[in-house]
């Protein structure tokens, strides 16, 4: 059974940076897909960015230009780093990942608070 572990998150102030990190254990499976989403409070949960295994990357239009993630295939680790941030990306950032097969898992979440 794969777990995902996220850590980084944290309070910031509006044009601030933050990184976060998630890494996969528990299991001997290939990963395709790892990724980032985020739940405001009262919202859905959106897609913010993702990573394949072959690099290629897809990035949510409002985070474009200031979100950058990046994978490490061999320790099954992805990382988001965050700048510029806005008031408006303050939500619950969960860790994602798509098997081979496309079972899903999810991590426990971090909480991201931008201040103005």
């Known amino acids: 059974q794969v777990q995902l572990v996220e850590s980084g998150g944290g309070l910031v102030q509006a044009g601030g940076s933050l990184r976060l990190s998630c890494a996969a254990s528990g299991g001997r499976v290939n990963i395709n897909i790892m990724g980032w989403y985020r739940q405001a409070q009262g919202k859905q949960r959106d897609l913010v960015a993702t990573?394949?295994?072959?690099?290629?990357?897809n990035y949510e239009d409002s985070v474009k230009g200031r979100f950058t993630i990046s994978r490490d295939n061999a320790k099954n680790t992805v990382a988001l780093q965050m700048n510029n941030l806005k008031p408006e990306d303050t939500a619950v950032y969960y860790c994602?990942?798509?098997?081979?097969?496309?079972?899903?898992?999810w991590g426990q979440g971090t909480q991201v608070t931008v201040s103005s």
């Open positions: 994602n990942a798509i098997r081979t097969g496309g079972y899903q898992y």
């Open positions: 990573i394949d295994s072959g690099g290629t990357t």
